[in-house]
């Protein structure tokens, strides 16, 4: 039990850091759960249920990116909730295997808009594009942003894998803040997540918490050493690094699902 936990607290730790950082948690804490010997479904809702820990830790790390930006920040999160309650709910009723074959798709996309929103934009074009915005054209983008936010939550509720470097990719689309900001809200967006599917999944499903407390306490390490990193980190490098983290795992997944 002694080496059970400490594996844990190792994996948890590694993970927070992927969490804070990248928003690939369960690239390491999930299959750690399955090397314990936990059943998918049970590892499933244990490592959202451990997730929260990373959430707390990323999200006081991050206080100073989070700054006045808490009133658009707790709008995405009303958003994200909303779909994290369908997913998590859907996931009671159907396995998370039958939405294997399209999650590879779903974080390679990640990566592709992760790598793209890294590029600079000529500012000549920019000035040109906000001086053509109409009413109209800025509810047409809000809507599809915000109905992205809610099935990208619903996504998380349901499967998990990867859900935050798919919020990352979207927050980094649709803002026009710097990435350690766009970093830090991933981070509560998905702690909220995680908070309301172990709520549901208290009710209607079973959770290990002996294996909760060693893998949430290496997350909450993990997670606030997390955003500290992001903050001295080469910016460029880190997004480029996280879209080939995200392909990588979309490649895995693929040849799990179809091979």
Known sequence: MILTFSFLIIAGFAAGLLASVAGLASLVSYPALLAVGLPPVIANVTNTTALIFSGIGSTVSSLRELHGHW??????????????????SLLLVLPASSFQKVVPLFIAFAGVLLFMSGRKKDLSTQKLKKASETPAHHFWISFISFIGIILVGGYTGYFGAAGGVIFLAILSVITDDRFAVVNAMKNVISFAGNLVATIIFIFKSNINWLYVIPLGFGLLIGGYTGPIIVRHANIHLLRILISLAAFGLAGYLFVEAYF
């Open 71 to 88: 009133k658009k920040l707790l709008v995405f999160v009303g958003l994200a909730l909303v779909g994290s309650i369908g997913g998590s």
